[in-house]
């Protein structure tokens, strides 16, 4: 007789929250509803079911994989992705995410879809972020904008390898930086020879982020300097020379593969005028820095979603967490960050809308985009703390959250590049300092802490700073503004909470050291 199997004893599972659920990000978000079109209420609510969550997780684990040969040997050099990562581009690029903006929505509304997908996969956001971004640069050739614009713009996904003619739609990357350079790109050493009507390109680049993506922008040296131009993926029967180094194996944005590539006489069509390269190009890059200026948000509000539900429903010594003054004070201080990053982008996003406003966008956005991915990290830091143990562990979101915050502070122009930027910007764009002073102006009045910050901030730097102090600029001016949009658009609580700890007599650098706030009511801003 076999012996009988005993199953083990087990327990009655207490004081542990229900999963989130499904969630409506547009609907529960105070600041979306208060500032973005209501239509967008379908794309929150289908990112916030829970099985998308699911698939967004399966996204990340399921990392893409590079197949360089096929079976016989022929080179293929191209990346398979887990079907989760399908799904996502498919509900985003479905939604408009890369199309809104140039189809009859709006800047806000792209920056309002960054900051909703970034709260459940940021890794499918590149390449419908480069596609959205190189929009405006592909203007400087008619012909190329005219093949290509209506199919990135299109809402649909197509990840079919075929060329731009026979696909439904399309999403382009970028393949700027190289080993020797980085954010230097004027060392770029990569070639560019006539060939015709088109040019070949012959060298590397050490970053290509979406590799699988319909073609790329990209810099090459000619006759006459650095020119920009357009590399396509596919043609006509064949494949184009580009071949696929490696995927880089990154911290966090797992669900993306970045990548090494090498062009090898690669096919391409210049783009602007030759030798202007970086001036055709930074159309593409001055958008990209709107979504990493909107995405930290995101990010935060992702990870302070999790962090508030296990607040209101876990309990210890007797209380809720929430209900504990500590765990409140925390909240409340993180919830400073969110709210500040997240008004800052979309008052940032909502200038790219209005023609005449470019020169306060200019400066603007690299503030924001500054800013904003400097308290990112913190918030993530601090929400997962929140869940303790549990917070560490990959069932929950916050790891992704964790490994995620510090991406969109180096893409495109780390720390020091776009401080730097900020002073070149000023010295070079008057207009764009006149702006920045005119849109701080508009909140003065209403509260004399935030007058003297302002009077004093000018008094400090009569003229621009010198090099070594471009962070310390950068981040009183970007405070600054940030604040004078919180007294204008953000409830009374939040506007005086974050200017009281950040402006007038700033804490320390721990969350939860702010004193003086009124909690109950910042909490109570969270949701709508």
Request: overall charge negative; aromatic content about 6%; hydrophobic content about 40%.
């Amino acid at each position: 007789m076999p012996t009988p199997r005993r199953h083990l004893p087990t327990h009655e599972v207490e004081n542990q929250p229900d999963p989130l659920g499904d969630v409506n990000l547009f609907a529960n978000d105070p600041i979306l509803v208060t500032t973005t079109p209501d239509h967008l209420t379908e794309y929150g609510a289908a990112l916030g079911r829970a099985d998308k969550r699911a698939t967004g997780q399966a996204a990340n684990r399921h990392t893409p994989e590079l197949t360089l040969f096929d079976t016989g040997g022929r080179r293929l050099d191209e990346v398979s992705f887990h079907p989760a990562y399908h799904q996502m581009m498919s509900l985003s690029q479905g939604a408009g995410y890369a199309a809104t903006a140039w189809d009859g929505g709006s800047h806000v509304e792209h920056a309002a879809m960054v900051y909703m997908a970034s709260q459940v996969e940021p890794g499918h956001c590149c390449p419908l972020t480069m596609t959205y971004a190189a929009i405006p640069a592909l203007q400087a050739d008619a012909g190329l904008a005219a093949a290509w614009v209506p199919k990135l713009t299109a809402r649909s996904y197509d990840p079919s390898i075929l060329p731009i003619d026979q696909k439904t739609s399309a999403t382009l990357g970028m393949a700027m930086t190289e080993k020797q350079g980085g954010s230097d790109v004027r060392t770029n050493s990569t070639k560019a020879i006539r060939a015709g009507d088109h040019w070949r390109l012959t060298g590397h680049k050490w970053f290509c982020s979406a590799p699988m993506s319909d073609g790329f922008l990209t810099l090459a040296q000619t006759d006459k300097g650095l020119t920009c131009f357009l590399v396509p993926r596919w043609l006509e029967g064949d494949r184009n020379a580009i071949h696929l180094m490696r995927l880089k194996d990154k911290l966090g944005n797992k669900a993306n593969a970045s990548s090494e590539i090498e062009y090898h006489n690669a096919l391409a069509y210049q783009l602007g005028d030759e030798g202007r390269g970086v001036q055709t190009i930074i159309e593409m890059v001055h958008h990209t820095r709107l979504d990493t200026a909107i995405a930290p948000a995101g990010l935060m509000r992702g990870a302070l979603t999790h962090a508030m539900h296990w607040a209101r429903h876990r309990r210890a010594f007797q209380k809720t967490l929430i209900d504990q003054p500590l765990m409140g004070a925390v909240l409340a201080d993180l919830i400073l960050d969110w709210q500040a990053a997240t008004h800052l982008g979309l008052h940032v996003a909502a200038a790219f809308d209005d023609p005449n406003a470019r020169p306060f966008s200019r400066i603007a956005v690299a503030l924001a985009k500054f800013l904003n991915n400097k308290l990112c990290p913190r918030v993530a830091l601090e929400a997962m703390e929140v869940l303790g143990g549990m917070g560490y562990v990959e069932d929950t979101p916050m790891p992704m959250y964790y490994r995620e915050a510090p991406l969109n502070s180096i893409w495109e122009g780390s720390g020091n590049v776009i401080c730097l930027d900020i002073l070149r910007t000023l010295a070079r764009e008057p207009e764009a300092g006149a702006s920045l002073t005119t849109d701080l102006d508009r909140a003065t009045g209403q509260d004399a802490r935030y007058d003297q910050a302002v009077k004093d901030h000018r008094a400090h730097w009569p003229a621009l700073p010198a090099e070594h102090e471009a962070r310390a600029f950068a981040e009183r001016t970007a405070l600054l503004l940030a604040a004078s949009v919180l007294i204008r658009h953000a409830p009374s609580a939040v506007a005086d909470g974050f200017i009281s700890t950040r402006i007038h007599a700033p804490f320390g650098q721990i969350a939860g050291s702010a004193t003086g706030l009124d909690i109950a009511s910042i909490l109570a801003s969270f949701e709508s």
